[in-house]
């Protein structure tokens, strides 16, 4: 794929490529299971995939490429989540008879009843998808795999990198702005952070008032150091819209962050509301981290231990910071604040 496409761009492409694949395999069963002969089942199956790929081709685009945050079609994501599921059911559904009935069919037409079928079976697959697709979004596509794969039925133990990114400044900022457009800061902070996120590698575990959790397994985040990459691409990101935070809002974010690694247990939590989740003393030191930089006057700190993994780099700059005594915790904790290499 070609290199000029972002990483989150990448991730989505490779979604839709994944969904037309699963689609062209259940538009061809169902060909077949609808055949009346051996001799149709070819013609059937060849009918279910183009059928198929057009359907979920089309309401994947519009899924995953224009019902975006960051996409010129954001605005319907703001009318009431009624009149947009009315409104995706009814071009959705469109969309299924459009193409179930129309001239892209291979093989001998369909009767009246099996049509009907067929079109009531498109369409309960496309709401099948659509609720899928609402449902990785709102708790992160990783959480989702893992959660409808059990993968964190039984807790485990991981060691883990945690990265709190907080942004500076965010108090004075909703003082100034009002609760409205402070949320609008913010969320237009965690959607400029996103892409640098993604093309890192990393999980965002949780967003929590004006702090942004990401995590990575210990495997995942040590090629290129990219936990520590992440913070300034993070940065790099937010100076690039800097004029347009300025204009908007009146204030230019900035991000101040700490890192740290150890081991966490992480598993399955709730009833009416599944959830995973990570516990242990690496996500409270971690945490302590970021608030001691306003202390030691620094924006960046990271832990000997995460330092420790990731080896050294070659555009930044450490300060050995020496040990670091935090709130809560008895035991004091070396660390380093990072820069960039001038």
């Known amino acids: 794929m070609s290199s000029q496409f972002t990483a989150l761009q990448r991730t989505r492409f490779r979604l839709y490529l994944r969904i037309l694949a ?64 009315a409104a995706k059911t009814l071009v959705y559904s469109a969309i299924v008879v459009a193409v179930v009935t129309g001239p892209a069919r291979l093989g001998r037409p369909l009767d009246a009843y099996t049509e009907m079928v067929t079109v009531g079976f498109s369409i309960a697959i496309t709401a099948i998808f659509v609720i899928t697709l609402q449902a990785a979004s709102l708790i992160g596509r990783r959480t989702f795999r893992d959660l409808v794969l059990g993968r964190y039925r039984e807790p485990r133990a991981e060691r883990r990198f945690f990265l709190f990114v907080d942004v ?124 001691a930089t306003r202390d030691l006057g620094v924006r960046f700190i990271a832990s000997a231990d995460a330092l420790h993994v990731l080896g050294p780099t070659q555009n930044m700059v450490l300060t050995d910071l020496g040990a670091v005594a935090l709130r809560g915790r008895q035991e004091p904790i070396r660390a380093s604040g990072i820069a960039l290499r001038n």
């Not at 060849?46 to 019902?67: D, P, Q, T």
């Open 168 to 291: 500076v400044g965010s108090t004075a900022i909703a003082e100034r702005l009002g609760a409205l457009d402070a949320h609008r800061f913010l969320a237009a902070v965690f959607s400029a952070t996103a892409e640098p996120i993604a093309a890192c590698r990393g999980e965002i575990y949780q967003y929590v008032g004006d702090e942004i959790v990401v995590t990575w397994t210990e495997i995942e985040g040590k090629p290129e150091a990219r936990p520590l990459r992440c913070y300034f691409d993070m940065k790099a990101a937010l100076a690039a819209r800097a004029a347009e935070f300025r204009a908007r809002y009146g204030a230019e974010p900035d991000l101040r962050a700490a890192l740290h690694l150890g081991e966490v247990i992480v598993g399955e939590v709730g009833e009416q509301r599944r959830a995973i989740v990570f516990h242990g003393d690496v996500m409270n030191t971690a945490s302590r981290l970021e608030h």
């Open 22 to 85: 699963v689609s062209a395999v259940i538009g061809a069963a169902y060909g077949v299971m609808i055949a009346k002969d051996e001799v149709s089942r070819l013609a059937g199956s060849l009918s279910g995939v183009v059928n198929a790929v057009l359907i979920a081709g089309s309401i994947a685009a519009i899924e995953i490429f224009l019902l975006r945050e960051d996409s010129s079609m954001n605005r319907l994501l703001r009318v009431p989540f009624v009149v947009l599921v």
